[in-house]
């Protein structure tokens, strides 16, 4: 066991130096080519950032597989699928493409996992019932990739939120994976992506100096499904479910998202200032308070995961349990899916006319 925590820290070490130091050099680069981040109404920081941080991610996810790293045909499709996405995002970075190209770009790096890494999710089995989805499973895991990659962009919102949310994700997985004496792939994925998002935060946590990009955000959330998915393969349900609890902030926030701009008769792709973060930013909270108040949610449903799966399920259920309270609270008493001045202003405008029909 000795050696396995040699080679965890190894892994970490070497790929966060190695992010930490050609971040500076990342940073130039995208004020050459113009990959800046130009304040917007719904955007928190005041003056134009560099993006490109995936770029630096990236960097060190593949000098990690170089060293630690084993061929197989599902790596050569997490590279090929990697190399997609983070093209995609850097074009996005330089140029900002609309929705649908960089729709077709997560597809396809999706649809590489799919049908040349054979990666997918083939069936359920879980409380008692069995499901095998057949020639369907090959949609569902493009949908299931697609959904993380954006997850993770969509809250990639202030300094150091997707990238700490995400090295919470890597954490998680990797503990479970060693406490359990599994050393595949998704051990070493988790374990080098976390040396590398640790090696990028150093750099973007408040106040920030560059920004991940949709290159970086979108990487993370597709090495974050595959990582799932590794897990899930050949095992039940609850090894895909818990593990992506840990990613309940960003998914909430998603569904929110969603679910707001459908009751508001808007596109799901338009940008707005009600996502989680805007609320808590809304109660006078710094940007770093903020940001540090969603990682001690995400840590608890980070501990309540590794409880569930390793030692004790009820006590797993408790922790959730409470955490869905607070998130029941929070939706209660925020503007996260409905607008409550809004629809408080509609309501008064409607009144006098539902007056007059009454008389």
Do not use: W
Not at 80 to 107: H, M, N, R, W, Y
Not at 218 to 235: E, T
Not at 263 to 279: M, N, P, R, V, Y
Request: net charge positive; hydrophobic share 55%.
């Amino acid at each position: 066991m000795d050696g396995i925590f040699e080679k965890i820290f190894l892994m970490i070490f070497i790929t966060f130096l190695f992010v930490a130091f050609i971040i500076p050099y990342v940073r130039k680069l995208a004020l050459q080519i113009g990959a800046v981040d130009i304040p917007r109404e719904r955007h928190i920081h005041k003056k134009p950032m560099p993006k490109l941080g995936g770029l630096a991610i990236f960097s060190g996810f593949l000098l990690g597989y170089m060293i630690f790293g084993k061929h197989s045909s599902i790596m050569n499709a997490v590279l090929i699928g990697s190399f997609i996405i983070v093209l995609t995002g850097v074009i996005d970075d330089i140029t900002e493409l609309k929705p649908l190209p960089k729709l077709i770009g997560q597809i396809a790096a999706a649809a590489v996992i799919a049908f040349y890494g054979n990666l997918l999710l083939h069936d359920i089995s879980a409380f008692g019932f069995y499901i095998d989805f057949g020639i369907l499973s090959y949609p569902i895991t493009i949908v299931f990739i697609v959904a993380c990659i954006n997850c993770i962009n969509l809250i990639d919102g202030l300094d150091g939120l997707s990238g700490g949310i995400s090295s919470i994700y890597f954490l998680t997985i990797g503990i479970i994976a060693t406490l359990q004496g599994q050393f595949g792939l998704d051990f070493v994925l988790a374990f080098i992506m976390l040396g590398s998002t640790l090696g990028f935060l150093i750099h973007n946590f408040y106040p920030a100096t560059i920004f991940a990009g949709d290159s970086g955000a979108m990487f993370m959330g597709f090495i974050i499904s595959v990582i799932a998915l590794l897990g899930f393969k050949n095992v039940t349900m609850t090894s895909l479910i818990i593990p992506l609890l840990v990613l309940a902030i960003p998914i909430l926030d998603t569904l929110f998202a969603i679910l707001r701009r459908a009751l508001k008769g808007e596109s799901i792709a338009k940008g707005d200032k009600f996502h989680i973060h805007h609320q808590l930013l809304n109660r006078n909270l710094s940007q770093k308070t903020t940001v540090l108040i969603i990682y001690v949610i995400d840590f608890l449903f980070a501990f309540a995961s590794i409880v569930y799966v390793l030692k004790d399920r009820t006590l797993g259920y408790v922790v959730y349990g409470l955490l869905l309270l607070i998130v029941v609270v929070f939706v209660a008493k925020t503007n996260v899916i409905i607008d409550r001045k809004t629809l408080k202003e509609k309501i008064q405008k409607k009144l006098p006319n539902i007056r007059k029909i009454n008389k």
